[in-house]
């Protein structure tokens, strides 16, 4: 029988790992006009501190599977938190918006590197439990957004240096390092290398990018502008960074519950459609009454997106019942769809240039929770097998190990 430690050094790793994905963006905005002053990047220039690291994000993604072949997960996992560190603590010396958008860039690689081996991990070694595991996931990783908004602007403001409120940022990198240091060895993937190519060929690898992407655009542009939206209309640098905070803290509750509470149905599409409901009331909000109950807004706002996020992870896993396939899957959805959210903040920054504010960025992304309320409803459990062998078969592979029971990244 396993030990408690055993059983819970895994399900620690991957909370912690996951609080580490998101702080290096969502502590930008709250900061904005002071990393602005000093920099001088512009609106569109800071907007590149949330679309690089989100390009790195897909590109990472669909490169996760073959460096799965070549190097293990856990050394992989180590790999990333080691650049997620290290981008966060450079912060501290970033001059020039160059140096900062060099630091955003190492971020975004540790992140996408930890994106594309996780949820094949969480389906290979929790194979009974993915929805509630990969709810944890989601959560912390929700969570360590308003962990990055609420912390930033006190430590800048504390310190009395914006680029030290970022660079503290490193301190839970480090800690989920020598976490993750602890862990189980594990071998390379034995992953055959022309699923992903197979995956592609398939219309619903893209429909579910496209969805994935025009959420998550909206996610992007909500991390990247919603503190500066609200400090154009005199919230302070604190009080915009708390409603930061406060949908981050939506996110990673409705991330958390919602999974769980749709366990036990193998059709999502109902959650599904509740959170795109919550998404397309804080976008119309955000629009039309930005200041009739802020807090509220914010926080609906976020569990949409992050119940989204969360229940469309576990949509991709459903569809194949092999781990690896099914990670890669995930992977392929993650890289097309992180390249599509990388273009919002930088597409709601050029409106605000042409049309003088944010609303018609806004009502950008309720259009596109619309659209993804039409997509969402071919996405019946019934049809998975023939959606994903509508193509060429996906090649055969050795066992991946399904039955561990072990976190082994």
């Not at 569109?44 to 799965?68: E, H, I, K, S």
């Not at 949820?119 to 929805?131: N, S």
């Not at 989204?308 to 959805?333: Q, Y």
Request: net charge positive; charged share 10%.
């Amino acid at each position: 029988m396993k030990t408690a430690r055993a059983r819970l050094l895994p399900l620690a790793a991957i909370a912690l790992i996951g609080l580490n994905l998101r702080p290096f963006l969502t502590g930008v905005g709250p900061l904005a006009g002071a990393i602005d002053a000093a920099t001088g990047l512009g609106l569109q220039g800071m907007a590149l501190l949330t679309l690089l690291p989100m390009l790195l994000m897909g590109v990472g993604a669909f490169a996760g599977p073959p460096l799965q072949r070549m190097v293990a997960p856990r050394r992989l996992v180590v790999l990333a938190l080691a650049l997620l560190a290290a981008g966060s603590l450079l912060r501290l010396f970033a001059a020039s918006g160059g140096l900062l958008l060099g630091t955003a860039l190492l971020c975004g690689l540790g992140a996408a590197i930890v994106q594309a081996v996780l949820p094949g991990v969480i389906k290979r070694d929790f194979p009974g439990r993915v929805a509630i595991v990969m709810g944890l996931y989601s959560a912390m990783l929700m969570g360590g957004g308003a962990l990055g908004a609420q912390a930033t602007p006190i430590l800048a403001e504390a310190s009395g240096s914006w680029r030290t409120g970022l660079a503290m940022l490193a301190a839970p990198a480090v800690a989920a390092l020598a976490l993750a240091l602890r862990l189980p060895r594990d071998d390379a993937s034995h992953s055959a290398r022309g699923t992903m190519a197979a995956l592609l060929r398939r219309p619903r690898s893209w429909m579910l990018m496209a969805c994935f992407g025009l959420v998550n655009g909206g996610y992007a542009s909500a991390v990247a502008w919603l503190a500066p939206y609200y400090q154009e209309q005199g919230h302070s640098a604190a009080a915009s960074g708390s409603l930061l905070a406060v949908l981050a803290i939506g996110q990673a509750a409705a991330a958390l519950l919602l999974p769980i509470a749709a366990r036990g149905r193998d059709d999502r599409r109902g959650w599904l459609g509740l959170t795109l409901a919550m998404q397309a009331i804080g976008f119309a909000g955000l629009a039309f009454a930005p200041q009739v109950a802020p807090l509220a807004l914010a926080s609906l706002l976020g569990a949409g997106l992050g119940g989204c996020f969360a229940l469309m992870m576990i949509v991709a896993l459903d569809h194949l019942p092999d781990p690896v396939e099914a990670g890669t899957l995930s992977a392929s959805m993650q890289g097309g769809g992180f390249m599509i959210a990388a273009l919002a903040p930088w597409i709601v920054a050029a409106l605000h240039d042409r049309t003088g504010g944010f609303v018609a960025g806004w009502l950008l992304h309720l259009g596109c929770a619309a659209i993804v309320a039409v997509l969402i409803a071919r996405l019946a459990p019934s049809r998975y097998a023939g959606a994903m062998t509508a193509a060429s078969p996906l090649p055969a592979h050795a066992d991946s190990g399904t039955a561990s029971g072990t976190c082994r990244c």
